[in-house]
């Protein structure tokens, strides 16, 4: 059973939300990305997203993109992105893994290759940002013979048609791209939200995760009142920037999850309900 | 060839709904933008069948844009070089000097008719964000032009031009600070201010519908020399030549041709510093099939599938991407496709000015110079077609520089 799935269905039986933080590999530094990682972990991730460094990051806010640019010069290409997923491995057999990243490079290295490898270093799922449903019918079948869920990303404008596609190939969870714009552009809207969910679950039965906009605890404490799942990334993207250390990354990694946890804790879950 | 005219047969269904040309084009984009593209696509495939609005293009076109523009045989060149007859489709003497303004007229007026108010621009040169100020500052709209940092050095006097017609130009830092940042950043703002905001993209390259719509907009330069061949010269021409950077004003003058087959179709690429190293921005000549900028296509990148930095003397050939269009001709066999180096285009920049008194945009001397090579492999009773696509006076201050001038 995929990593995914096994953890929404424990996070479902025990009432709880998801946490899961977004961070670029080998941003601030190659060397600071594991140690990262599990310190998101102790402070109550429960997924973790990881950015693969692209040098043309169309869909994300200049936050992302200056991360994207540093791990770059700093040598991160996907062969250390896996190399960080399989080191992370070894200390945490548990907590699933995606991968989130441009098409380019997984075409480079060709999708039956790319999927093995991912597969083999223990990455669960796959978010490729410029590949929407649309596109992605040829890459399905590798990433499934791999037990690699495919991610996709929906937004309040997703046409019904597009959605249905969309859930023929979707596993693991829907990521529900909150607001117009790019990553970290705005903030989000939350009481449009819960209307905007219950349409996405009529269409795919996966968990909902909520992200793009989202960056303090309060909002996030919102968020996980009406969905699966809530995702932060570039308000700790921001944060990690400022870090000179490793340990200082690890710091301020536990410093602004854990509030972020204990708000989403505290607000009322409302699939835990829908469990009944 | 059977495959290729099967393939030719096929044409008229491409590019396809979803917007591909064979394996290549399509909608790679995130799903943020897709309502936008769908938006788009649904308003360009009604007003092109909408009467009202074509002629209204048509008029634009001609007492705004120029049109038509001449065919001029270029008898000193052809002395010159004592083969085939050089003929010159002279899109430089358009309106804001290129062919760019083709395009950013009918999306102007596409942008009104869909009722948006603001319109954003990628530029390069500075030509396509020169022709969107000017049909913004027409219309009446709020125009935005991002545009490489690298390149505002380059071309300060288009900056001007942009500044002077209402236009911000936002100087984009990020990446090689070229084009290809430019257009990133132009997605963005798009993205985020869709309800209002037009993008006016400059090329055939990016996700559906822009390669198709672009040319579209472009093959008033192909339909124009066709017709115009066929009046003055009582023939079509040999070989069509033409600069490709996205590739706008090339798949302009091809497409009208695609089905006259015994017209050859050579896309010159800018081959920078020379095709064997990386300092280039030759991605049919020497890249490979990726993803790039929402299609899928040739593009440059290195061994990890980041893009890579691109080098030419013309910054609107400096682009790591090409149209779909333009992959998908290369790959059937119909159109091919030459790098020409900085040397040789600026060699021809000054041969045309000094031999027939016409000052080409640095880009469009690319295809000069390989339109002077080849007419010279051809007989006499032959004719090659150039697209001079724009004029030169913005890259004064570039080939000045390259001559250790200062004003």
């Known amino acids: ?276 | 060839m059977v495959e290729q005219a099967l393939k030719l047969e096929q044409r008229e269904a491409l590019p396809d709904l979803g917007g591909h040309f064979g394996i290549f084009g399509g909608r790679f984009v995130s799903e943020t933008l897709m309502p936008a593209l769908e938006e788009l696509d649904a308003a360009w495939r009604r007003y092109m069948k909408d009467p009202d609005f074509l002629a209204e293009m048509d008029r634009d076109l001609a007492h705004f844009v120029g049109r038509p523009s001449p065919l001029y045989l270029a008898e000193n060149l052809t002395r010159q070089v004592g083969g085939a007859r050089i003929v010159l489709k002279r899109e430089d003497l358009n309106h804001t000097g290129a062919h760019k303004i083709n395009n950013t007229v009918g999306q102007g007026l596409l942008a009104r008719a869909m009722g948006k108010r603001r319109v954003i621009a990628e530029t390069g040169a500075g030509q396509h964000g020169v022709a969107s100020a000017t049909i913004a500052a027409r219309l009446g709209m709020e125009c935005v032009v991002y545009m490489g940092a690298e390149d505002v050095r380059r071309q300060a006097v288009n900056v001007y031009r942009m500044k002077l017609l209402g236009a911000q130009v936002v100087a984009v830092e990020s990446g090689s600070r070229t084009l290809k940042d430019a257009l990133n950043e132009a997605m963005r703002d798009w993205v985020t201010n869709v309800d209002d905001t037009f993008y006016i993209l400059g090329t055939v390259a990016g996700p559906h519908p822009y390669p198709a719509m672009v040319r579209d907009f472009n093959a008033i330069v192909g339909r124009e020399a066709r017709a115009q061949m066929l009046t003055e010269y009582g023939r079509l021409p040999d070989a069509l030549v033409a600069c490709v950077g996205g590739g706008s004003n090339a798949i302009g003058l091809f497409y009208p041709f695609i089905d006259d087959t015994e017209v050859a179709m050579i896309g010159v690429e800018a081959a920078g510093r020379g095709l064997s190293g990386q300092e280039h921005a030759a991605s049919l000549c020497a890249g490979r099939v990726g993803v790039l900028h929402g299609s899928r296509t040739y593009l440059l990148d290195d061994d990890s599938g980041q893009i890579r930095h691109t080098h030419s003397i013309s910054a609107g050939l400096d682009y790591p991407g090409v149209g779909p269009e333009h992959a998908w001709l290369k790959d059937c066999g119909r159109a091919r496709y030459v790098g020409v180096s900085d040397t040789e285009a600026l060699e021809a920049f000054h041969n045309l000015t000094r031999t027939e008194g016409i000052m080409p945009a640095l880009e469009s001397a690319h295809a000069i110079a390989y339109g002077l090579k080849l007419a010279a492999e051809l007989p006499q009773d032959q004719i090659v077609l150039v697209n001079l696509s724009g004029r030169g006076d913005k890259d004064i201050n570039t080939v000045a520089e390259l001559e250790g001038i200062e004003f």
């Not at chain 1, 990593?3 to 996070?11: G, K, N, T």
């Not at chain 1, 990305?33 to 109550?44: D, E, I, Q, R, S």
């Not at chain 1, 190399?83 to 893994?97: G, K």
């Not at chain 1, 968020?223 to 990334?233: E, K, L, Q, W």
């Open chain 1, 1 to 276: 059973m995929n990593r995914i799935d096994r953890r929404f269905s424990e996070l479902k039986r025990a009432g709880r939300v998801a946490l899961v933080p977004y961070v670029t590999a080998g941003h601030p530094s190659p060397a600071a990305t594991v140690p990262v990682l599990h310190a998101a972990v102790k402070a109550g991730a429960d997924l973790v997203e990881l950015g693969m460094p692209f040098s043309d990051v169309m869909a994300d806010g200049p936050v992302i993109q200056n991360a994207h640019e540093r791990a770059l010069a700093q040598g991160t290409g996907l062969d250390q992105v896996l190399e960080m997923v399989s080191a992370f491995r070894r200390d945490d057999v548990d907590t699933p893994i995606i991968l989130m990243g441009y098409a380019n490079p997984i075409e480079r290295r060709g999708v039956g290759t790319f999927a093995r490898q991912a597969s083999e270093a223990g990455v669960d799922g796959l978010l490729i940002v410029d590949c929407p449903a649309d596109e992605a019918d040829d890459l399905q079948g590798q990433l499934r013979s791999h037990d690699i869920h495919q991610i996709f990303l929906v937004a309040p404008t997703t046409t019904d048609s597009r959605l249905n596609h969309a859930a023929r190939l979707a596993g693991g969870f829907v990521y529900y791209v909150s607001i117009k714009g790019v990553t970290g552009a705005a903030s989000l809207d939350v009481d449009s939200l819960a209307p905007m969910i219950k349409q996405v679950r009529a269409r795919i039965d996966l968990p909902v995760a909520v992200g793009f906009g989202i960056r303090e605890p309060a909002q996030a404490a919102a968020v996980a009142a009406v969905a699966d799942a809530v995702v932060i990334g570039s308000a700790l993207v921001d944060r990690l920037d400022r870090c000179e250390s490793v340990d200082e990354a690890v710091v301020v990694v536990r410093e602004f999850l854990a509030p972020v946890r204990q708000a989403m804790d505290n607000s009322a879950p409302v699939s835990v309900e829908e469990t009944a």
